[in-house]
């Protein structure tokens, strides 16, 4: 049975996590748009170079999931804040298929955190939402300016 004490501690632990989670992701992402501006800037837009950036766009983003996996497989193998309820013996497919949900606010239901581990995908799922809405912003901001006839 589990003290009120080691509970705090859970919880101010997958604070940590989920803060440094949220920095570590928003910096990668704003470098990551940062670099698609410069490379856009003077580029000639065309369904190609669209394309490229939609590509890079998913690739900043599943890298990021891939970051709220490893802190899901940290947080319940190093940390023990708590697991996935329904997990299968694929833990690591596990962790991502879930911080893939989880990121896009999916969210079928099928692995369920616990314990202090609710607090992580908490704050995954606002992340992921502003992240998300973020690269949208950006690709209507690449595509704002240019006129239709050159897309």
Same mark, same amino acid.
């Given at each position: 049975?589990?003290?009120?004490? !080691?509970? +705090?501690?859970?919880? /101010? ?24 501006? =410069?490379?856009? $800037?003077?580029?000639? &837009?065309? =369904?190609?170079? &669209?394309? /490229? &950036? ?19 497989? /940290?947080?319940? $193998? ?9 997990? !299968? +013996?694929?833990?690591?497919? +596990? ?24 607090? &992580?995908?908490? /704050?995954? !799922?606002? $992340? ?6 973020? !690269? ?8 704002? +300016?240019?006129?239709? =006839?050159?897309?």
């Amino acid at each position: 049975m589990q003290t009120w004490a !080691s509970l +705090d501690i859970e919880i /101010v632990t997958a604070a940590i996590l989920s803060l440094v989670m949220l920095v570590t992701t928003a910096a990668l992402h704003y470098e990551a748009l940062h670099f698609l501006a =410069r490379v856009s $800037n003077g580029h000639r &837009i065309s =369904r190609r170079w &669209i394309v /490229v &950036i939609l590509a890079s766009l998913v690739t900043v983003h599943l890298a990021e999931v891939a970051l709220y996996a490893g802190a899901y497989a /940290v947080g319940t $193998n190093v940390l023990s804040l708590g697991g996935l309820r329904g997990s !299968s +013996d694929r833990a690591a497919l +596990d962790f991502f298929y879930f911080a893939a949900e989880t990121y896009s606010t999916l969210g079928y239901g099928d692995l369920v955190p616990v314990g202090a581990l609710r607090l &992580i995908a908490s /704050v995954e !799922s606002l $992340n992921g939402l502003l992240l998300l809405s973020w !690269s949208g912003a950006f690709l209507f901001g690449v595509l704002r +300016d240019v006129p239709a =006839r050159r897309r």
